[in-house]
């Protein structure tokens, strides 16, 4: 079994399913309120978990029951929660999520904990890889991708500006559609992997600007697609630090990912590998 770390972030998901989605200034009712652990963190985490990696998490969550509810799949779950900080002064993190009959979503993020994530509140352990997001610190983020010795893994997400020392730094970065419009050519900084995912048409894997190759996700019943990108991210990272092929690294990533958008919730969607396998 391969060891990750992840460094990210953790909330409890407020998630709303409604018939479609609110237009600006529009209100929506007769919606379905429940609540999931998430965070991009805390969701690649556990995606790796179930995957098959020995995973630990480090994180910043409040000292509040919501942290105890957010946390409570990962424990489960058996990932190594030893480095999650617990903050007297901050909230754990919310996400009000809204889920269209289509599946797509909306997110507003307050942050909370995940806000106060320093480097000096946690030691960076060894690993065979190291997954980050944007959900905590830049400079936290930066300062551990670049002390880490082996692979890593940025997921490029919320769109938000980085320093070129992270880009750099990366093995493999991550981004939606939408997030690779925002970088432009900065992800060509990047000296590993750019792998870009473009929902249910697929994902592309370029590296140094040349195209790797694209592969298209099987084609599943979507429910919820909160939670897919975070999957793909773990499920490639994975893969390619087990030495699997670019070609089936990037297919069992948009495999992954396709799973976890059949069932609602960020976290009780994820894949255990046997159901990804079966996809493929």
């Known amino acids: 079994m391969k060891d990750i770390v992840v460094i990210g972030s953790v909330n409890l998901d407020l998630s709303a399913a409604v018939a479609r989605l609110p237009a600006p200034g529009e209100t929506v009712t007769d919606a379905v309120l429940e609540r999931f652990p998430g965070g991009k963190g805390a969701n690649q985490a556990l995606a790796a978990r179930r995957l098959g990696a020995n995973v630990k998490l480090i994180a910043c969550v409040g000292n509040d029951a919501n942290a105890t509810e957010?946390?409570?799949?990962?424990?489960d779950a058996g990932v190594d929660l030893s480095q999650v900080v617990i903050d007297d002064e901050f909230a754990t993190g919310v996400a009000l999520i809204s889920v269209s009959e289509n599946g797509e979503n909306q997110i507003v993020v307050a942050p909370g904990g995940n806000a106060c994530l320093s480097r000096d509140?946690?030691?960076?352990?060894?690993?065979d890889a190291l997954i980050c997001q944007l959900e905590v610190p830049r400079e936290t983020i930066t300062a551990a991708a670049v002390e880490f010795g082996a692979f890593v893994c940025i997921n490029l997400a919320p769109a938000r500006d980085v320093d070129d020392a992270l880009l750099a730094r990366a093995d493999l970065?991550?981004?939606?559609?939408?997030?690779?419009?925002?970088?432009?050519d900065k992800l060509l900084k990047c000296n590993g992997f750019v792998a870009t995912t473009f929902g249910a048409k697929g994902a592309e894997l370029r590296k140094n600007g040349a195209f790797v190759t694209r592969v298209s996700p099987p084609a599943v019943g979507v429910v919820d697609?909160?939670?897919?990108?975070d999957c793909f991210s773990a499920a490639l990272t994975l893969a390619m630090i087990e030495g699997q092929p670019v070609d089936y690294a990037l297919s069992f990533a948009c495999a992954a990912g396709a799973a976890a958008t059949t069932k609602r919730g960020a976290q009780p969607s994820l894949p255990t590998r046997a159901e990804?396998?079966?996809l493929l």
């Open 173 to 184: 970065i991550v981004v939606n559609q939408t997030e690779a419009e925002y970088y432009g």
């Open 276 to 278: 990804v396998d079966a």
């Open 121 to 127: 509140r946690f030691e960076l352990p060894l690993a």
């Open 225 to 229: 697609t909160t939670g897919a990108g």
């Open 70 to 75: 957010a946390l409570a799949l990962l424990h």
